[in-house]
């Protein structure tokens, strides 16, 4: 009797080395949601704007026709440039019908307010179009 509690034993705590194993490993570390490339226009305006965020050490930087101010996250989802004087960026998701869906922005600035699209994503598994 005593050898098969022994070697339940030995197995139980194996198993629960191999289980902890994987919890040590570090968390990977998630990709920022602001920094990328995305097009859009402004609102009423016919052209069309491709404006590119990326981080700096001490916020987010836009790129022309918006550089040379610094933005940073006020709370979680809104960029601001902080000063009042430009305006806000919030961030939002689109979803289509066929499960797609991409990476909204929406810039409300004192001068202008504008949608940029940036970081499309596409679900694991794709509906299939009916009748194929």
Request: aromatic letters at 12%; charged letters at 25%.
């Amino acid at each position: 009797m005593r050898p098969i509690l022994l070697t339940a034993l030995l197995f139980v705590c194996a198993m629960t080395i191999l289980a902890t194993g994987h919890s040590a490993e570090p968390a990977r570390e998630q990709a920022d949601p602001w920094v990328g490339t995305y097009r859009g226009d402004s609102y009423g305006n016919a052209r069309q704007a491709t404006v590119t965020i990326t981080k700096g050490a001490d916020g987010y930087y836009l790129s022309k026709p918006y550089d040379g101010r610094k933005f940073t996250e006020v709370e979680k989802g809104v960029l601001s440039d902080v000063k009042g004087g430009l305006g806000r960026i919030i961030l939002g998701t689109a979803k289509f019908a066929d499960g797609t869906s991409v990476q909204v922005l929406r810039g409300d600035f004192c001068y202008e307010q504008f949608i940029l699209y940036g970081g499309w994503d596409y679900p694991a598994e794709r509906a299939k179009p009916k009748g194929r």
